[in-house]
């Protein structure tokens, strides 16, 4: 399923802000520069099918 940020924050009982700074992280850490490209890295790391 595909979900917006605040979509997915609404369903976590959390703020999309949270959401958004969680995302930022991630990419940081995986020295990606967008959603795609953190996708792609979870695929090709099989963090996700």
Known sequence: ME???TEF???MNISHRTVE???NR???RFGVKNTA???FFAVK???ID
């Open 26 to 28: 991630l990419m940081d």
């Open 3 to 5: 979900f917006t940020s």
């Open 9 to 11: 924050a609404q369903k």
């Open 45 to 47: 790391n099989e963090l």
């Open 21 to 23: 700074a969680i995302k």
């Open 37 to 39: 490209g953190l996708v």
